[in-house]
């Protein structure tokens, strides 16, 4: 520690001893300076001389000392605070150097003068306008800069934790930012993938990372068409193996919950060697299963990966974890659905042996045509499962009216055209079906306005009416019935092209007339087939 380094550092202590007059000392290991420019001559010689360092060494073991108030020698007085405000080493100290009137009255005067090769009269004569002080003074001013040490010492420490609260605040508000943002778009009515690529994006830029990679496991059926999926963000180099590192990841890190930073790859098995240097690996666990795993290396400018950055990455994927759980709930409750609903439609085509499979054929059918006419996915689902209990109402329906063979009588006709009602009716009773309503209710309608049960015309038609009546009337023209054999497809193709616009919907129907029917006929073989073996199963309990 020199004298030049440190008369440069001057912290607030420092400025008020020097208003005060007042000589601040920095005490180290290897030395002894005041602290500032102005300082008398005489204390300067003496501060730096190697008699006083020592008188200062030794304090420690002085039986004087009251509360770091020391009396070095016969009018020669230290006071010793705490420097930490004032950016000191951790051996510094800060010293307070005070001149009693016994000074010039004892031997202590001389013994300096000699250490520092003075003359004593001469020196006494350039003190005499020297302000000296008793030792209760030295001891009221040294307890007055104590006070003063430990206010700043409060205040810097307050400072840093300021600081510090800072800190964390900037980094919680960049974790809260992303998980808003996220939070914001975790709605399970946009395409997942489009909620992952934006996630790994994220979470790219505000970790500083040079790429992150979202691996989803193969093994978890629930998450249907997400199983084996990857997304990437970053500058990648798409001939390295990250599937292949995201599925070794997955199984590595089974059961393990929280991040884990590797700093040198070549101690990993696998290929992480060959993606990257380091990794951050974050797995996504619901109830103790691991669902995907998040990771990500090459950090800007080549800076080890930190805690903090992992632990937003951990919060991040914490969300994304409950992402997928909701996509498998979702899953679930769809299957469910579905699964009540085909056995619903099942019970309402068993009626009738004739009309067997119909709801399902109708509803792919008005899937297919839905699709092609340019309306959107959500709506399209929502017309298949329309179509898929559009003839729900039949249930009220008497059987034998439903299997009649030959021309029905007016007040059995009557009894047909009570279905749409009433299936309308039974879905009223079902929040979550409200919108399918138009479907079963407007399917018999007619682009002229001769249908049932409204006589609606034209676009007046809700367009789940217009739709499923279509492809209603296309199945009903090629599937056999109780009077008639099913017809052919060139028939039932003209007889739609020849009711454009008065059936039919005209845009639909031209629509239509240029679909590929081929899944259709595979359906309508699957049906035959499945109807042939109830058929033969039929018999043989006859026969037993």
Known sequence: MTLQSLQTVSGPLAKRAAALGLTLLRVGSDGVAAVGSDVDWFEQKLINSAWFFRLVTQRRDMS?????????????????????FE??????????????KELSETETLQ???????????????KLETTHWLSRSE??????????????????????????????ELATNYEELS?????????SLDQPPSAFFENACQELQEVCGLGW??????????????????????????????????????????????????????????????????????????????????????DRVNDEHIDSIDAKLC??????????LENLMLLEDSQSLFMGTLHALTSAIDAKDSYTFGHSERVALLSQMLARAAGIDQATVERIYIAGLVHDVGKIGVPEDVLSKPGKLTDDEFAAIKMHPGIGA?????????????????????????KGYPEKRAGMDIPLFGRVIGLADAFDAMSSDRTYRSALSLETVLAEIEKCKGTQFDPELAEVFLKLDLSPYFQMIQRHQATQQGRDARSENRGVA
């Open 64 to 84: 004087s000392g009251e509360n770091g108030f020391f009396e070095l020698a016969n009018g020669l007085y230290f006071a010793e605070f705490s420097a930490n």
């Open 212 to 297: 992150v990679s979202l691996q989803i496991t193969e093994n978890q059926p629930r998450l249907n068409q997400l199983r084996g999926a990857a997304y990437t963000a970053g500058q990648i180099d798409l001939r390295k193996p990250l599937r292949q590192l995201g599925r070794e990841l997955i199984e590595q890190h089974a059961g393990r919950q929280g991040f884990t930073i590797i700093d040198d790859t070549s101690k990993l098995p696998g290929v992480a060697s060959q993606v990257s240097r380091s990794l951050l690996i974050v797995p996504l666990v619901c109830d103790g299963e691991i669902l995907a795993v998040m990771f990500g290396g």
């Open 425 to 449: 009716n039974i879905l009223r009773g079902i929040r979550q079906m409200d919108d399918l309503i138009p479907g079963v209710l407007y399917h018999h309608e007619r682009w002229d306005g």
């Open 87 to 100: 950016q000191a080493a951790d051996e510094e100290s800060l010293g307070l150097l005070l001149l009693g």
């Open 314 to 323: 951990a919060s991040l994927c914490n969300t994304l974890a409950i992402f």
């Open 178 to 186: 992303l998980l808003y943002k996220l939070s914001s778009g975790m």
């Open 138 to 167: 030295a001891k009221r001013i040294a307890q007055a800069v104590a006070w003063m040490a430990n206010d700043l010492d409060a205040v810097s420490t307050h400072r840093r934790e300021l600081h510090q609260l800072s800190d």
């Open 111 to 125: 013994r300096i003068c000699d250490s520092l090769r003075l003359d004593r009269r001469a020196t006494e004569a």
